[in-house]
């Protein structure tokens, strides 16, 4: 049983305890809470005195409750703003978040029409297809297939992605520098095999971002299509009287 100390209300010592357990790490955003029954035991207190405690964690955005489902711990978004040329992975990391990649495949193959037509070569061109999943706070969250052009993709397709990205060696090895990047982002349903390759329901909601990413003199080096888990992914645009920027969050998963 843990202590309750001094003459503080006994579900503020609850409050701050669970706060500090979760900044510590040993419950992770997106992680069940032990049941109710069971932390009310652990305390030493009733089931009214820890419901305060935990209410006071849902009031401050620590914490989600779902009826029937448990208590979970919810992630502080982290924004990743498209105003820049850095991947989403690069951008996470920027912001201290572990991101891990799984490359799933990379073979040259004939470019598929639709992505001839963005890449502007023939269809039936070779191109490298580099498929990848992003694993963020351990959660696989985002499935990316790469296509990158000749001569570019005979350039880089020895590279190990696992420890390095794409942008970064397309400027090292084919001195091929991103300036310009156009994204499109629409919701889509989770499709059967990516679903079973981040661990998520087929048919549930995602999203699907699509990135044309250009260099200074308006060559194609690069079509990323990827499918974000939409439990975890939100989009915000935030405007000013100067502008507007929109950013990505990325939050912890919710109970299927």
């Given amino acids: 049983m843990r202590v309750i100390p001094g003459r503080t209300p006994k579900y503020m010592v609850i409050r701050d305890d669970l706060i500090r357990r979760i900044g510590s790490g040993e419950f992770a955003p997106g992680d069940a809470l032990p049941g109710q029954r ?44 498209m105003g820049n040329l850095r991947s989403l992975a690069d951008d996470l990391r920027a912001h201290g978040i572990e991101v891990l990649t799984r490359v799933l495949g990379r073979e040259i193959v004939a470019v598929p029409d639709e992505i001839a037509a963005r890449l502007g070569v023939p269809a039936g061109d070779k191109v490298l297809r580099l498929e990848r999943v992003r694993v963020v706070r351990g959660a696989p969250l985002i499935h990316q297939l790469s296509y990158v052009p000749q001569p570019f993709g005979d350039l880089v397709k020895g590279v190990d992605f696992e420890r390095h990205e794409l942008y970064a060696v397309l400027a090292e090895r084919a001195g091929a520098v991103a ?69 990505y969050a990325v939050g912890g998963g919710r109970p299927a």
């Fill in 38 to 81: 069971h932390l009310s035991e652990e305390y030493g207190v009733s089931l009214m005195t820890l419901r305060q405690a935990l209410d006071e964690l849902c009031d401050r955005g620590v914490v989600e409750q779902f009826p029937g489902k448990g208590t979970y711990v919810r992630a502080t978004p982290v924004p990743y703003s």
């Fill in 179 to 247: 300036v310009q990047a156009e994204e499109t982002i629409s919701p889509v349903l989770m499709p059967e095999r990516v679903g079973a390759l981040l661990g998520l329901p087929a048919g549930e909601p995602a999203m699907r971002s699509e990135r044309i990413t250009r260099d200074a003199d308006r060559r194609t080096l690069v079509v990323d299509v990827a499918v974000l888990a939409g439990n975890s992914v939100v989009i915000m645009n935030i405007r000013e009287a100067s502008g507007h920027q929109v950013s």
